[in-house]
């Protein structure tokens, strides 16, 4: 949760249980834990439905990334079916040819 001076407060009930069985009598310790909390960037949000230019260029850096993928894609299945088409026509030659030796 944000309060009005920017504060986070963070809210999590961590416990550890340990039970210990030996014999007929068996012990149980319990206890909280405090959290673990990391803060990775401080700093102030601003306004509603603007985003940072660091933002903004990374998604323009990542479309650009995604359109040469897919060139790319396009070039190889292009190129995959040149090969297949190829391949299909040695194979019908060498087969014309071990059948026009057999007669």
């Not at 310790?29 to 102030?44: E, F, K, S």
């Not at 509603?48 to 990374?58: C, I, K, N, W």
């Amino acid at each position: 949760m944000i309060d009005a001076t920017n504060r986070v407060t963070q809210v999590k009930v961590v416990r550890q249980v340990v039970r210990l069985k030996q014999g007929t009598r068996q012990t149980v310790i319990d206890r909280q834990v405090r959290p673990r909390l990391t803060v990775v960037r401080a700093g102030v949000q601003g306004p509603v439905g603007t985003v940072a230019e660091e933002v903004l260029s990374r998604a323009e850096a990542a479309e650009r990334a995604a359109k040469l993928a897919a060139a790319v894609a396009d070039q190889a299945t292009e190129d995959l079916a040149a090969l297949i088409e190829k391949m299909d026509a040695a194979f019908v030659f060498h087969a014309g040819s071990i059948a026009a030796q057999g007669d």
